[in-house]
C-alpha cells in the first residue's frame, strides 16, 4: 500500500511517498481503508523530531520508514474476531497513528462510527482537535452554562472547535483572532470576538470565568488580571512550544488559577459525544485547505509557516 513515511527528522522534504507493508490486525482491531487524514501540530513536531522526546516514539536516532497522521476518516476493511461494534462497510473516524497510509489498523475502543452529515475530509478534522477543545473546557476548566470563557487562537485547529463546543456546553463566548478571521468567528457562534491587531483582550476591562489558551501571546500573570475570583487559564501546549510546556508545569501547582497541563486522547465514548452535537448542528468542522497523498510535504509547509484557518486535510484515497 502507499504511505508517507520519513526516514530522517527536519523539514518537509523528509516525508516522502512510498510503498510499505498493509497492516496485520489484532483480534481488538480493525482494519480501515483510509479516505481522509487531517494534520496537526503533533504531526509537525513528529516530522522535525522536535520536542526531542517525540523520538522516543518515531525512531531514536533517526525514524525508519516512519508513517505520519493521527486523525483519520475511512471505512471498515475487515474486523478482528473479538470487535463486535464495527463490521466491514462502516463509515468510521479515530486518531490511529500512522494514518497517512492507505490502511490503518485502530483499536475498536478508539474508533467511533462518522457523523451521516459529514464527508470523510470533515469527519477526519475531528478527532485531535474537537476532542483538546472537550477536555480543555469540560474537564480541566469545568465550564458550566452560563460562564463567561474567552478562547485564545479562536479561528485554528482547536480553537475552531473550542468556540462551539464551549456554546454547546451553554458558555458565553468571546474569541480572540486576526482581522481576517473576525467574521469567520462570530459566524461559529462567538458572542464578541476580539481582534488581537486592534485591541488586547488583557486590557478591555472584561472579567472570564475561564480562559482557554491556545496561542501563548500572553504571559500568566496578563490572562489572570483578567479573570474572575474563581476563575481559571487552561493551557493548551498546541503550537505553543515547550517553553510554554515547561513553565504552565512547573506553575500548575503553586497558581489555583492556572489549570494542569493535559494531553488529549481521543476515544469512541468522547468522539460519539461530538458525533451527537455534530449531527444536530450544534459543532461543524471548518477546513482551510484540502491536499491529494502525493501533495503531503506541501500541507505540512502550509500548516508549519502559515495560520491556518480551521483545519488542513489530505485526501488519502478516492
Keep these: 500500500m502507499k504511505a508517507i513515511v520519513q526516514n530522517d527528522y527536519g523539514s518537509p522534504d523528509v516525508l516522502n511517498l512510498a510503498e510499505v507493508a498493509k497492516p496485520v490486525i489484532k483480534n481488538n482491531e480493525v482494519l480501515v481503508r483510509v479516505k481522509a487524514v487531517s494534520i496537526n ?164 476591562g472584561r472579567r472570564y470565568d475561564l480562559i482557554l489558551d491556545n496561542v501563548a501571546s500572553h504571559s500568566f500573570s496578563e490572562m489572570m488580571r483578567v479573570l474572575t475570583p474563581q476563575g481559571l487559564i487552561v493551557p493548551n501546549s498546541g503550537h505553543s512550544g515547550m517553553g510554554y510546556v515547561f513553565k504552565a508545569f512547573l506553575l500548575s501547582p503553586f497558581l489555583s488559577q492556572l489549570g494542569s497541563m493535559y494531553f488529549a486522547v481521543p476515544n469512541g465514548k468522547d468522539l460519539a459525544q461530538l458525533k451527537e452535537w455534530i449531527e444536530t448542528g450544534k459543532v461543524k468542522p471548518v477546513i482551510d485547505r484540502t491536499y491529494e497523498l502525493r501533495e503531503t510535504p506541501d500541507a505540512f509547509r502550509y500548516l508549519d509557516k502559515e495560520h491556518a484557518r480551521g483545519k488542513v486535510v489530505i485526501t488519502v484515497t478516492k
Excluded at 517525540?54 to 520508514?65: C, S, V, Y
Excluded at 473546557?137 to 468556540?163: E, H, M, Y
Excluded at 462551539?164 to 486576526?178: D, F, P, R
Aim: aromatic share 6%.
Design 41 to 204: 501540530a503533533g504531526d509537525v513536531f513528529a516530522m522535525r523530531g522536535s520536542p526531542w522526546p517525540i523520538r522516543l516514539i518515531a525512531g531514536f536516532p533517526k525514524p525508519k520508514n516512519y508513517v505520519l497522521g493521527q486523525d483519520m476518516a475511512g471505512v471498515v476493511e475487515m474486523a478482528g474476531s473479538n470487535v463486535t461494534q464495527f463490521r466491514p462497510g462502516d463509515e468510521v473516524y479515530a486518531s490511529s497513528g500512522s494514518a497517512l497510509a492507505e490502511y490503518v489498523s485502530v483499536a475498536d475502543d478508539k474508533l467511533a462510527l462518522k457523523p451521516d452529515n459529514l464527508t470523510f475530509e470533515k469527519a477526519a478534522t475531528i478527532p485531535t482537535g474537537a476532542i483538546t477543545a472537550l477536555k480543555g473546557l469540560r474537564d480541566v476548566g469545568k465550564l458550566k452554562p452560563g460562564q463567561k470563557v474567552l478562547i485564545n487562537g479562536a479561528s485554528g485547529g482547536v480553537g475552531t472547535f473550542a468556540v462551539q463546543i464551549a456554546k454547546a456546553l451553554g458558555a458565553e463566548v468571546t474569541g480572540v483572532c486576526s482581522t481576517r478571521n473576525v467574521d469567520m468567528v462570530r459566524s461559529l457562534g462567538a458572542d464578541d470576538v476580539v481582534d488581537y491587531t486592534r485591541k488586547d483582550f488583557t486590557q478591555n
